[in-house]
């Protein structure tokens, strides 16, 4: 087991000679669930069929509340509560779908879609059909940026725009090694890539996020590139990232080429081979070649965490570059 990743703690139920946990009563769209102490309102919400959208929360991520998708309606509270991080309490009254709270995540997804590429973002897409979400609602997008300007971005300088246009955060794509690439005008801000690199995970701490407001960012230390970063290519924030933002470089490619296929790609679930700790993987090959490798999360070993060699390390299958036959399609940089 990860010893890094943080888990949820036993309840005191689980202990034998332990007092049970208290037990809280609370109704959620007319129906009454009773739940442990500590439980989420999400949890909660999940556990009786209801499904919730979440951008930011993840099972093995602290939550960071920063989407705001999550929320729903709370009898007797001023404002939306986000379920992925309120706990339940005993009494409440909570409403999921309200038109309420359908209007606040459609304007969630209104204004991340005017200013960030979701074309890589499938959750995120069917998310905007849910909730009759216009992406154009602010206008059409204002021009890209150069490359390094969001880098460059001091807090009270931001260009408002003409009011015309909506600002966006396109940019061109960082490649910086062979990898993984970080396209940042697809990115949502999520954190989960943060969380991951951080305490949640890895604790590189190779990224974070710079600048303010709109010009807030996910950046490496000084913005210098990913090679001259703490990172060390673990590869948990591509994992991780629901938007295409952080991408494998092998797939990156094959979509500029148009020969991302996804019907034609096979998913093998197999155990990394590079030493005696037993990673699970999971290889998504096409054309009999390895385009991309995640870890399950619920893998009781590597818990969606894996490092560099068994992320971008399996390549070698496809044998060694000026040798006969295939040639990597990535190398460590
Ligand atoms: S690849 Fe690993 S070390 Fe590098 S930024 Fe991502 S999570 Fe951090
Ligand atoms: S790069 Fe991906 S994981 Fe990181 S904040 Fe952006 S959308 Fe979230
Ligand atoms: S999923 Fe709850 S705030 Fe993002």
């Excluded at 208290?22 to 009454?32: A, S, Y």
């Excluded at 929360?57 to 709370?74: D, F, G, M, S």
């Amino acid at each position: 087991m990860n010893p890094h990743v943080r888990r949820p703690q036993p309840l005191p139920a689980d202990h034998p000679g332990t007092p049970a946990p208290r037990l809280l009563t609370l109704t959620i769209d007319g129906q009454v669930a009773q739940v442990r102490e500590g439980t989420s309102l999400l949890k909660v919400l999940q556990s009786l069929g209801i499904d919730t959208p979440t951008l930011c929360w993840a099972e093995n991520l602290t939550p960071v509340n920063v989407c705001r998708i999550c929320v729903v309606e709370l009898e007797g509270a001023r404002t939306l509560v986000p379920s992925c991080s309120r706990a339940a309490e005993d009494g409440m009254v909570v409403h999921s779908d309200s038109p309420r709270v359908q209007a606040a995540r459609r304007t969630v997804l209104e204004l991340l879609a005017s200013s960030v590429d979701t074309s890589t973002a499938p959750q995120m897409l069917a998310f905007m059909a849910r909730y009759a979400a216009d992406g154009q609602r602010f206008g059409p997008a204002q021009a890209p940026l150069a490359a390094g300007e969001r880098d460059r971005a001091l807090a009270g300088h931001h260009h408002l725009g003409d009011g015309q246009s909506a600002a966006t955060v396109a940019q061109p794509v960082k490649i910086d090694n062979s990898l993984y690439v970080r396209d940042y005008a697809k990115c949502i801000l999520c954190y989960k890539c943060v969380e991951s690199c951080g305490i949640d995970a890895q604790a590189s701490f190779a990224i974070a996020v710079a600048g303010r407001g709109f010009d807030a960012r996910i950046s490496t230390e000084h913005a210098v590139p990913l090679p001259e970063s703490a990172c060390v290519y673990c590869g948990t924030c591509v994992d991780a990232c629901p938007t295409g933002a952080l991408m494998f470089k092998s797939e990156h490619d094959l979509r500029q080429a148009g020969q991302w296929r996804p019907a034609d790609q096979a998913t093998t679930r197999t155990i990394c081979p590079f030493c005696g700790v037993g990673c699970t993987l999971e290889l998504t090959s096409q054309d009999n070649k390895i385009v991309r490798v995640t870890s399950p999360k619920d893998s009781p070993v590597s818990a969606g965490a894996l490092c560099v060699k068994g992320r971008f390390g399996t390549v070698f299958v496809h044998g060694v570059a000026g040798e006969e036959g295939d040639e990597p399609s990535s190398t460590v940089p």
